[in-house]
């Protein structure tokens, strides 16, 4: 029997999937964890064969990072309403094992865990046909570091003092930049970069970051990042067949 480690702080969806569970024989709920503070403390006791994680707010890709090298042999499924190429993608790379929407029926959503516990990845076509289809732009590390500082509101001169460069040189990255992903100005470089750069790094704290925080934060910035581009496509329901790509881990 797999044991399913639930983390989800609403309480209703959480007790129909406590009941779904119980009635399968397949899997036993070993806890349902409210709070993201609590995971790591519940992983180490219950080290579960899977862990359905309700994407929330409080969802960062350093926590994502943390709970991998914490319980290595648990399988991660995002448990989503709805979730952005962008994020799909960063979340595969740190070792998510499937995207599960809430909308699906309860046979689905067993047959996901089912699949995962065996092994294998478990994406939407839909989601899959958008990765296969998105554009990848390729930085250097400081790009990487600059578009991280702008996204968190610092001005170039601070941008400067961060990197250890001079202004002038924050303002050719910058120009160098706007041609790169085709951006008009810093609001759109800034727009790209907390879709996909700063929330692949952790760094999504935008309002209030000193200096030496902001700098911190983007000395490991992502080398490449995908940036979705929408292509006319034919209407797809929720029912949409999903793409399980096989493979032992």
């Known amino acids: 029997m797999a044991t399913v480690l639930l983390c989800c702080d609403e309480p209703v969806l959480a007790e129909g999937l406590t009941v ?92 996901c865990l089912v699949r995962v516990n065996e092994g294998e990845l478990w994406f939407e076509k839909t989601l899959t046909d958008s990765i296969m289809s998105a554009k990848r732009y390729s930085l250097t590390r400081r790009e990487g570091q600059l578009v991280i500082l702008l996204t968190q509101g610092l001005k170039n001169k601070e941008i400067a003092t961060a990197l250890s460069i001079s202004e002038g040189t924050v303002k050719v990255y910058l120009s160098r930049l706007f041609q790169k992903l085709n951006v008009k100005d810093r609001f759109e470089l800034a727009l790209f970069g907390l879709r996909n750069v700063a929330a692949g790094a952790g760094a999504m704290d935008v ?15 992502p080398r490449s990042f995908f940036v979705e581009r929408i292509p006319p496509q034919p209407h797809h329901d929720e029912h949409t067949p999903l793409v399980q790509f096989r493979g032992r881990s």
């Open 20 to 111: 779904i569970l119980s009635q399968t024989g397949g899997f036993d709920l070993v806890s349902c964890c409210p709070k993201v503070d609590d995971l790591h403390n519940q992983l180490e006791l219950h080290q579960p064969d899977l862990l359905l994680m309700d994407l929330t707010a409080k969802f960062t890709f350093s926590l994502l990072s943390g709970l991998q090298n914490l319980v290595q042999h648990t399988k991660i499924v995002l448990w989503v309403h709805s979730i952005s190429t962008e994020l799909a993608l960063q979340a595969m790379s740190l070792g998510v094992r499937g995207v599960l929407r809430k909308t699906v029926p309860t046979e689905v959503l067993l047959r």
């Open 207 to 221: 309002t209030t970051v000193s200096t030496q925080n902001a700098a911190s934060s983007a000395m490991n910035p």
